[in-house]
């Protein structure tokens, strides 16, 4: 199934979501539905935010060919001071925005996997920003809020705008 993906600036975006308490089929299900989600969409990555399920959940795949989703349960991000440099970032409920984030260039996370497995990584680059972004997402926070807020109000009139037209 393919979830419906909230849009800037509702208010559910900002929903800080709670930890999942144990992996068992229904959050697979709801691993497998946001894949299918991202996919669809298409993006590089998914918090369960986005479709308005407020559990600590995101999803990521970078590869070309949609082969490799890797799956992140109650993440916890460990964010060095350092390397900070900015990258051009675009976010699925904020569609046609795209503006640059400066933002650590490695993260070390730990999470549970598919399984409820516990694992840990260290990740560079389009990953550690978008381990970032999402994570941020579960924090009810979006990357426009990085910007500053004159930038912030021209988007939401630019992106309030285009709902009204597509309303129409
Ligand atoms: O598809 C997406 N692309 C992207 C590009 C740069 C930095 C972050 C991202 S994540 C985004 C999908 C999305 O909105 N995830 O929350
Ligand atoms: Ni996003």
């Not at 559990?55 to 460990?78: A, H, K, T």
């Not at 970032?132 to 021209?154: A, C, M, P, T």
Request: charged content about 25%; hydrophobic content about 35%; glycine content about 4%.
């Amino acid at each position: 199934m393919t979830l419906s993906i909230l849009e800037f600036p509702d208010p559910r975006l900002r929903t800080v979501a709670e930890p999942v308490e144990s992996v068992d089929d229904n959050v697979r299900a709801l691993v497998d539905n946001m894949i299918k989600t991202m996919y669809g969409a298409p993006g590089i990555g998914l918090a369960a935010t986005q479709v308005n399920v407020h559990q600590r959940v995101l999803v990521i795949d970078l590869s070309e060919e949609q082969s490799d989703p890797r799956v992140f349960i109650n993440p916890e991000l460990e964010i060095p001071e350092s390397e900070k440099e900015p990258m051009q970032e675009g976010c699925l409920s904020i569609p046609g925005v795209y503006e640059d984030v400066t933002r650590s260039q490695s993260v070390r996370v730990r999470a549970l996997d598919y399984h409820g497995e516990p694992f840990e990584q260290a990740h560079t680059g389009l990953m550690a920003v978008c381990l970032q972004h999402e994570v941020d997402h579960l924090n009810g926070r979006l990357f426009i809020d990085y910007l500053s807020q004159l930038k912030r109000s021209r988007i939401r009139r630019r992106v309030e705008k285009q709902q009204r037209q597509k309303a129409s």
